[in-house]
Every structure is written in C-alpha cells, then in structure tokens.
C-alpha cells in the first residue's frame, strides 16, 4: 500500500502499458484519475479498479487538459502522481511520411505530456512533493527507420524530463523517464512476427516485455524509494539495447 490515497493520474490508461499502471497504483491504495479519449474506454479500466475515477480526455487539447484536471482535483484532490503515457504512432519512411501524421505523433506523445505537466505542476509545486513520470522509448534514446515522428516526440519527452527535473528539484518534486523496449501490447500487435522472433532472439531476457513490467518500474519511480531519483531515464527492455 506505498500510495494509500494518493491522487494518481494516468493518461492512456484505457489499455496496454497504462492499464497496467493505473490497475497497479490502484492496487497499492491510490485514487486513480483513469485518463483515455472516450468515456466508454477509460471507464473499463476505473471500473476494476476500487475508488477510480474514468474522464475523457484528447491530451493535446490546451482547453481540455485544463478543463479535465481542474475537475479530478474536484473529485479525488491534488495529484501527487501524474504518468504520462498516452502514445500514438504513424510509422512510415520519411519520404512517405505524411506532414500531418508527424505534427500528431508530436501533438500526442509531447505537447500532450507538456500540457498535463503544466496541469498538474502547480499543485504539486503547492504540497511540496510530486511524481510526474514520462513513458518515453527505447526509440527515444537509439531511433528507428520509419519512426523518425515517434523517435523525435520520444527523444523530446527525455528533453522535457530533465528539464522540468531542474525547474520542480527545489520543490521536491522529481520527473523521471520510463524507456520500455518491446512490449506486448495492441500497438505493437499489427507488427510482423518476424520482428517478435527476432527481438526475441536477440534479447537477453530471451522474451517480448508485459505492460507489467512498465508498471513495475514506473511504481518504484513513484514511490518513496526512489525519492533522490530525478531527470533519469529508466530503460526497461529486457538488455534489448545493451
Ligand atoms: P496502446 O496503443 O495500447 O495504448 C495507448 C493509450 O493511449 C490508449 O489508452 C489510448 O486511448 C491513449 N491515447 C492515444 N491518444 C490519446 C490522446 N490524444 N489523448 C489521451 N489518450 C490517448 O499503447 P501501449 O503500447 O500501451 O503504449 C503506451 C505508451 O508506451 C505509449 O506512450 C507508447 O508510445 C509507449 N511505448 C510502448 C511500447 C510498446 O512496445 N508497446 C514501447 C515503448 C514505448
């Protein structure tokens, strides 16, 4: 019970890696803002999960963003945790890529994290203690071919983690990265099987990741354990990368 009525928010929580998060906090006595694009979505994950509560939310919409966070303060309190995990990709190869599918893996994946950072920060900078942890990408830190829109949001967020870990240290609030490999999950469902057996081949941890596995860490980043812990990327990937 390390988060025992904490106010946890977590976008992207309707499935995958953020339902994992949010069935995790939840588990360990957090209130949990349960975040997805439509109402119907985030309420399958809130309603597994005892005292959460589910908001429809488009992430990279400034009007919203404010609007949703000013009413889960209303409902459950300041949150003292935020995981920003909302993601989308468009893969394709740079000379196909269409313009408007870069500027919303940017909008989604970066400006989405920026504008819930910016919801949440005065609360916690307020109560003097807070969490904000950004799920960024193995492809973040090394690229891809055909994910130079998803590689630039994730390599973004890394920028963003440490510079808001310098602007929220004095107030004790730390900002720390997730950098997941390969995770089973509906976005990498679509990928050929080829790429699985190969990933898998090459992992030292011989297998895909779990959305758990995410959670894990991202929980510990949470907790007090990790409290001298802040502008860090945590790469959790099996030894994918090493
Ligand atoms: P997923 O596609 O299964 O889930 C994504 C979640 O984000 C969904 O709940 C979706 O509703 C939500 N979302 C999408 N656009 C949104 C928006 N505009 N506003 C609010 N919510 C929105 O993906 P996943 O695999 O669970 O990935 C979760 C995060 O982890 C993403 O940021 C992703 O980039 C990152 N990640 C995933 C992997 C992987 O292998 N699956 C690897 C590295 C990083």
New binding site residues.
Partial sequence: MRFQDQVVVV????????RAIAEGFGREGAKVAC???TMA?AEGTAKGIAGAKAYA????NAEAVAEVFGQIEKDLGVPSVLVN?????RDQLIMRMKDEDFDSVLA??LR?SYLCSKAVCRGMMKARAGRIIN?????GLHGAAGQANYAAS?AGLIGLTMALAKEFGSRNITVNAVA????E????AELPQEMKDQTVAVAPLARL?T?EDIAGAVLFLASSEASYITGQVLTVDGGLTI
């Fill in positions: 976008t992207g929580a309707s499935r995958g890696i953020g975040i997805a694009t979505n939310l488009d992430v990279s995990n909302a993601g989308i990709t989604v994946n989405g799920i960024s990408s193995i492809v994730k997941p490999g390969f995770i999950t509906d976005m990498t990741g959305p």
